[in-house]
């Protein structure tokens, strides 16, 4: 989810049931959110941080138990790695605002932020 408060926008990761946990889907939005952010000329600086009680625990463990395939795998993996350049091209500092876990995909997201 992307907001803007004045001119900082803020993007959070919205799977707090599972901890903020990385499946396509969150992958897919966070890429989705990166790009507004980048788009959105009024904010000055980003903030990343997870809803609820996790920044991120890393891989939906839950989702990963169920079998994918090695196509699947290949794709998430792939938007991993767009992730990390979206946020490096970004144009702009992103902060991580961490609060809980931050754990194996989630650290990576901390990580390639500027500061957090």
């Known amino acids: 989810m ?3 408060q004045k001119d900082v926008g803020i993007i959070t990761l919205n799977r707090p049931h599972c901890l903020n946990a990385i499946n396509l889907d ?3 939005g966070f890429m989705k959110q990166l790009d507004r952010a980048k788009q959105d000329t009024k904010a000055r600086v980003i903030i990343l941080t997870g809803e609820g009680k996790a920044f991120c625990a890393g891989e939906d463990l839950k989702e990963m138990a169920s079998g994918k395939s090695m196509e699947q795998w290949i794709d998430e993996a792939q938007r991993l790695q767009d992730v990390q350049r979206m946020t490096m091209k970004l144009g702009k500092p992103i ?3 961490i609060s809980g876990y931050a754990l194996g995909g989630g650290c990576e997201f901390a990580m390639g ?3 957090f």
């Open 2 to 4: 992307y907001h803007r």
């Open 26 to 28: 969150l992958l897919k």
């Open 95 to 97: 902060i991580a605002a």
């Open 113 to 115: 932020c500027d500061c």
